[in-house]
């Protein structure tokens, strides 16, 4: 048994503040165990608490010059690591609270990006109806029973009593005005009427 062991946490604290290595590596055997061991029961990270108790300890050789031992040197001790437990959990929460904002953030300009998309297609929607409306009525037909109802230009013409010729043509000068009145934008919704 070393000298240091049967030294009093008192006269350790006054050896400590002269800077004298043993007198730490003294405290460090008695205390580290029971300070890992309330660092484990406060965070369940046996990896975290070892990093806390040697925060603990590294604590403590820094502030050795103007330590002051009140009530005792455990007392003392255990205030640090409920200090550093308690910036951990608080560090924690303010980074989870961060993250949250973020995710609200990024939520919200998702949503509002959808919301945009979502208005700007009505909007390009209602231009290109308002744009088939304004051809002529028989090339607005064609166009509309090709478009909406799928049928090829055979099935138009029978049932507008009209050539499949006339209907190609017909189908021709929609697609040709529509170009003309919506520009390359007729690329996205036409494709398979180009």
């Known amino acids: 048994m070393s000298t240091y062991a049967k030294l009093s946490d008192l006269e350790l604290a006054e050896l400590l503040k002269t800077g004298d290595e043993s007198a730490f590596a003294e405290i460090f055997v008695r205390y580290n165990a029971l ?12 990896e975290l608490s070892k990093d806390l108790m040697q925060d603990v300890f590294v604590q403590l050789w820094n502030r050795r010059l103007n330590f002051e031992l009140k009530p005792s040197l455990s007392s003392y001790l255990f205030t640090l ?20 904002h973020l995710h609200q953030i990024m939520k919200e300009a998702d949503e509002g990006e959808m919301a945009d998309y979502a208005i700007r297609e009505k909007d390009f929607q209602r231009l290109i109806d308002k744009e088939i409306d304004a051809l002529p009525p028989q090339s607005r037909q064609v166009f509309i029973l090709r478009k909406k109802a799928f049928l090829t230009n055979k099935e138009v013409a029978l049932q507008m009593g009209l050539s499949e010729q006339t209907v190609e043509t017909h189908m021709k000068n929609a697609v040709k005005k529509l170009k003309e009145r919506l ?8 494709p398979f009427f180009l």
């Open 35 to 46: 300070i890992l061991n309330f660092a484990y029961k406060k965070t369940g990270d046996k």
């Open 81 to 100: 690591i409920l200090n550093l437990v308690r910036n951990l959990y608080k560090h924690q929460q303010v980074k989870e609270q961060y993250v949250d």
């Open 183 to 190: 520009g390359p934008a007729v690329y996205l919704v036409l």
